[in-house]
């Protein structure tokens, strides 16, 4: 018996164009201004670490602005990046310049399952907050309560069978 659904968002909810063609655009061109505004932040500075780990050195604020450019050029799936994306994409939603598109027959059947008693999860190669965010600026409203929980690649890319 099925007591849980995993769903994951690029050509799945949303459209694959959506997250190529809206969020990964609009994260590179904001990055180099998110991070000077925000360099000291706590979150950011735990962002920039870890890319340091990640990388094996220190890095200048111009070195990692480059080195998340460059991971975006490439389309890496680098949890470091994963998360400063999820950051910049939350500005751009409160600021009213992002919505989340989902298909409305995903919408339509997220709902159909979570009324029929489902556990409805993500698995993303996004961050879970960037997921959270997608689902609760959507163009049908917020739509995180219908989901049990997210999953990212803090536990393994989704090709990794140990995942």
């Known amino acids: 018996m099925i007591k849980a659904i995993i769903t994951d968002i690029e050509g799945t909810t ?3 164009s959506f997250v190529k063609d809206a969020l990964f655009p609009y994260a590179r061109a904001h990055i180099a201004e998110f991070l000077h505004a925000h360099a000291s932040d706590d979150t950011v500075l735990a962002i920039l670490d870890a890319q340091n780990t990640y990388v094996g050195r220190v890095l200048s604020l111009e070195e990692a602005i480059a080195q998340f450019i460059a991971w975006i050029d490439k389309d890496e799936k680098i949890t ?3 998360a400063l ?3 910049i994409w939350e500005s751009g939603y ?3 310049e992002l919505t989340g598109h989902l298909y409305p027959d995903a919408i339509h ?3 159909t399952w979570k ?3 489902f556990d409805l999860y993500v698995y993303s190669s ?4 960037a997921q959270k965010l997608l689902f609760s600026h959507t163009d049908a409203g917020d739509l995180t309560p219908l989901f049990s929980g997210y999953f990212d690649t803090n536990i393994g890319g989704k090709q990794d069978s140990r995942s």
């Not at 996004?126 to 907050?129: D, E, M, P, Q």
């Open 14 to 16: 949303s459209s694959l």
């Open 80 to 82: 470091p990046l994963k």
């Open 85 to 87: 994306q999820g950051l």
């Open 94 to 96: 409160q600021r009213g």
């Open 109 to 111: 059947n997220l709902q």
């Open 115 to 117: 009324a029929r008693g």
């Open 126 to 129: 996004g961050s879970v907050y």
